[in-house]
C-alpha cells in the first residue's frame, strides 16, 4: 500500500522549553483537548483535559421505571447503544433476580457482535488509518484509497444490518428490553444476513492484513489490562472481571475496587483500581485476558499480523479491532448457523422479586462498561451508577501522552503534535460518553 | 487517483430523496427530522421522505440510491437560532464552519466529501441546515428553531418540485 508522508513537517531544532496544547482534538468522536508542558526538556505535565456540558443521566434515571433504563441510557452513546442497553438491562436482571440464558442470551451476543463491527470499522478506517497512512482525514485518503473505504463501508453497513434486524434501529435501537426483547426473529429471518455475514468474512480477513502491514511507533509499556473473563468464551456480555494485576471479582465488587476522582482539568472521573492503579480497558485489554479464547482463525490471523500472546504498543490496538472484527464476523455466523428461536421474546421480571440492586459489566466495543442500579419494589430507580470506559482510560492516556513525549522529545513540534493527537486516538475515546469535552491547545514557552 | 466508477444514474432507484437528519433526543438536533415530518403527504410523487439518525453507513446508503438528495439537518454557525440555510453541495463541500456538531463521529460535511470522494454522490444534492443552539440531550427546541421549522419545510418543498422537473425534463 502506497503510504503519503506525514502531512505535517517541521525542520526546526526543537526547543527545550516547549507546550503542546491541540485546541481542538480531531477525528474523535464528541470534543476534547491535549496539554503536554516541557520544561528543561523534561516532561513536566501531560493533561487530556476533555469538557462537555455535563449529562446529568445518572441523576435523570432517577425515579424512572427500571424499564426505561435500557432506552435512556442507549442515548448515551450513538456509536455504542448497545453496549448501554446490555449492562442496563443485565444491571436490572441482577436487581430483579433473574437470569438470561439459551436463544436469547445467544441474540444478546449477536446484537453485540454488530455493534463492535460497526464500532471498531467505522474506528479503524475512517478515525485511526488515517494517521498511519499519513492522510489528514478518511476523506483525503479515500481519494487514494478507494477500495479500503468501500470496504468500510460494506463491513459497517453488515455490523448494522445486525443491530437493525435484531434491534429494530442501528441507532436508538427499540427491541431491546429488561428480560430480552420485545420481539425475537425466526431464523429464516436471519438466514439472509448470515449469507452475508459470510460472504463478508474475507474483508474481516483482509482487515487484519491490512492493519498489520502498518509501521508502528516503537512504543512498548507495561500496562495493567482490565476486562471481562469468561470461561468458556471472548466476553462480551458477562464474565468475572478480571485485571494482569491480578484482580479477580464479579460485577457486584466493582465499585469496591475501581474507584472514581473527580479531575479538575476534565468534567470526567478518573478510575484507578484499589484508588492506586491506572489501567487499561477496551481492545488490547480484553487480548490480553482473553487471547485463548479467540476462534483459532483470529487467532492465526493475529499472529500473521504480528501479534503475539499479549500486545503491549497502544498503536497496535489498531491490529486487535481488527482481530476483534473478525471474530465478531465468526461468532455471528455461528450464533445464526445455531439459532433455535426461543419460546418467548423474554422472561418475567418482577421488580420485586430480586435484591433490589443490580450490577452488569459488559464489554463495549472501546473497553468495559458498568451500570449499578437500585430500585424500589414497584420498579422505580431510586440510584443509577454508570462507569464508561472512556473515563477508565484518562488516566491511562495522560499517561501515555507523558512517556510518549519523554522518549520522542527530539521529534519536531508539529509531528510531535499529530503523534499525541494519535497516541489519544489509540484508544478510540468515545468522549461523549465520558461527558467530556477536551480542548486542545498548542502553547510553546 | 480514485477508481473511475460506472455511471450510477440508471441504477438509482429513487427519484428524490429527501433526509431529515437528527436526533430527536438532542434539543435543536431534532430540527431537520422535524422538518421531514413537517413535509410529510406535501410532496409531488416522485419524492421519498426518509429520517436518519446520521450515521454515515446510512447516508452514503441514501445518497448512492438517489438521482437527487435534498438533506436537512441542525447547523451551529453562531447565527441566531432559526436562520435558515441552503446549500448546492453538487459540485462544492458544505462550508465546514456550519455543520461542525456530530454526535456520531464523522459528520454531515465529512459523509458528503466521502461519498463525492468514491463516486456516490448523486446527480443533485442539496443541504438545508437549520441553526439551533442547544443540543443537550432532553433539551427541548428552542423558541427561533422551532419557528423555523415551517419556513424551511416551505422552502424545501418549492426545491422539490423544481428539482423533479429538471429531472423528468
Sequence with gaps: MNRKKPVKTHKARPKKNRTVKVGALARVEGEGALYVNIRNNTVKDAKLQIYEPPRFFEAFLRGRRFTEAPDITARICGICPIAYQMSA?????MACGVKIDGPLRDLRRLIYCGEWIESHVLHMYMLHLPDFLGYESAIHMAREHPDEVNRALRMKKLGNEIVEV???????????????????PKAKELEPLGEKLK????????????????????????????????????????????????????????????????MQHSTSLHARIDGE?????????????????????????????????????????????????????????????????????????????????????????????????????EGLILDATIVPPTAQHQPVIESDLFRFVERNMALPDAKLQWRCEQVIRNYDPCISCSCHFLKLHIQRS | MPRETPDRDTTRRERLTVVGIGNPDRGDDAAG???????????????????????????????????????????????????VYRFDATKEPLPAEYFRCSTHAFGLGQTIELARTIGLLPRRLFVCGIEGRDFSIGAPLSDGTRAAIDAAASMIHDLVEKLLQEDSG
Excluded: W
Excluded at chain 1, 89 to 93: D, R, T, V
Excluded at chain 1, 247 to 258: N, S
Design chain 1, 89 to 93: 438491562c443485565h444491571a436490572m436482571e
Design chain 2, 33 to 83: 427530522i422535524l422538518v421531514a415530518r413537517a413535509l410529510a403527504g406535501r410532496l409531488p410523487p416522485g419524492a421519498t421522505i426518509v429520517e436518519s439518525p446520521g450515521d454515515v453507513t446510512d447516508l452514503v446508503t441514501i445518497l448512492e440510491r438517489s438521482r437527487c438528495a435534498v438533506l436537512i439537518d441542525a447547523a451551529q454557525s453562531e447565527a441566531e437560532p432559526g436562520t
Design chain 1, 277 to 377: 492503579r491506572i489501567y487499561m480497558v477496551g481492545p488490547i485489554a480484553r487480548y490480553n485476558l482473553n487471547r485463548s479464547a479467540l476462534s483459532r482463525r483470529s487467532r492465526e490471523a493475529a499472529g500473521k499480523a504480528g501479534l503475539g500472546p499479549m500486545c503491549r504498543n497502544p498503536f497496535k490496538s489498531i491490529i486487535v479491532r481488527a482481530v476483534e472484527t473478525l471474530y465478531a464476523f465468526e461468532e455471528a455466523i455461528r450464533i445464526i448457523d445455531e439459532y433455535v428461536m426461543p419460546d418467548k421474546p423474554a422472561v418475567d421480571v418482577d421488580p420485586a422479586a430480586g435484591p433490589g440492586t443490580g450490577h452488569g459489566c459488559t464489554e463495549a466495543p472501546r473497553g468495559t462498561l458498568y451500570h449499578r442500579y437500585t430500585i424500589d419494589p
Design chain 1, 199 to 262: 460472504k463478508g468474512l474475507k474483508d474481516a480477513v483482509e482487515t487484519v492484513r491490512l492493519m498489520g502491514t502498518l509501521d508502528f511507533p516503537d512504543f512498548e509499556r507495561e500496562y495493567e489490562c482490565l476486562s471481562v473473563c469468561h470461561d468458556n468464551e471472548y466476553p462480551l456480555n458477562e464474565g468475572r472481571i478480571k485485571s494482569t494485576g491480578g484482580l479477580d471479582i464479579g460485577a457486584t465488587e466493582f465499585l469496591d475496587h475501581v474507584i472514581e476522582e473527580h
Design chain 1, 166 to 184: 435484531i434491534a429494530g434501529r442501528s441507532i436508538h435501537p427499540v427491541n431491546v428490553r429488561v428480560g430480552g426483547f420485545y420481539r425475537v
